[in-house]
């Protein structure tokens, strides 16, 4: 399987980085392959352009702005994605790449007639989110209804390929975490990854 993993958070020594690299040696361990894409490394730029919003609903829409991504999303099996989650949301960086690069005429297609968009991103049959957050479950779960799983589930995965397999691993109360805990989440991941088939 290709996978492609997507990495949203500035620091190289942060707590993302590491989940990512278990992510990646855990996959390539198993036989797949992992093409790495550290959005802050390769200086990607998240916001949408003045041409890229006038031509939203233009068909052809023109991804040549992010063409090299747009390939590289299309190549994968698989999409896994690694980021914290900052005031119940996602890293800008990240909302950006959804932005610009999940655009008309990769993910969907507008149904001009019903308003309704038709998932076009059926080559990518898993999509997997690993994330972190500085409060604690319940304040994310049950306070915030977890925005970012209903965003990513229903908002973004759902809407691209009906029939993807969506998971999520989420380490919670980030910033009170041992490093115990941080090493029993990194387990958690690799025994996950594991089974991915």
């Not at 993993?5 to 690299?21: F, I, N, Q, T």
Request: proline content about 5%.
């Amino acid at each position: 399987m290709r996978v492609l993993l997507v990495l949203a958070h500035p620091l190289p020594e942060s707590y993302a980085a590491s989940v990512a690299r278990t992510v990646r040696e855990t996959l390539e361990a198993g036989g797949h392959a992992v093409d790495l894409l550290d959005l802050y490394a390769e200086d990607f730029d998240p916001r949408l352009t003045e041409k890229e919003r006038r031509g939203y609903f233009d068909s052809p829409y023109d991804t040549s702005e992010v063409a090299g991504l747009v390939e590289r999303l299309k190549a994968a099996d698989a999409l896994m994605l690694v980021f914290p989650q900052w005031w119940f949301n996602l890293p800008a960086v990240l909302k950006g790449f959804f932005d610009r690069v999940f655009a008309p005429g990769v993910a969907f297609r507008h149904d001009k007639t019903g308003g309704r968009i038709i998932p076009q991103l059926t080559n990518i049959r898993h999509f997997w989110v690993f994330t972190t957050t500085g409060s604690p479950w319940w304040i994310v779960k049950l306070y915030m209804g977890d925005p970012v799983r209903r965003q990513m589930r229903r908002g973004i995965a759902i809407f691209c390929n009906r029939k993807v397999r969506f998971r999520m691993l989420a380490l919670h109360d980030m910033d009170r975490a041992t490093d115990d805990k941080r090493r029993r989440h990194l387990e958690r991941v690799r025994t996950a990854l594991q089974a991915l088939r």
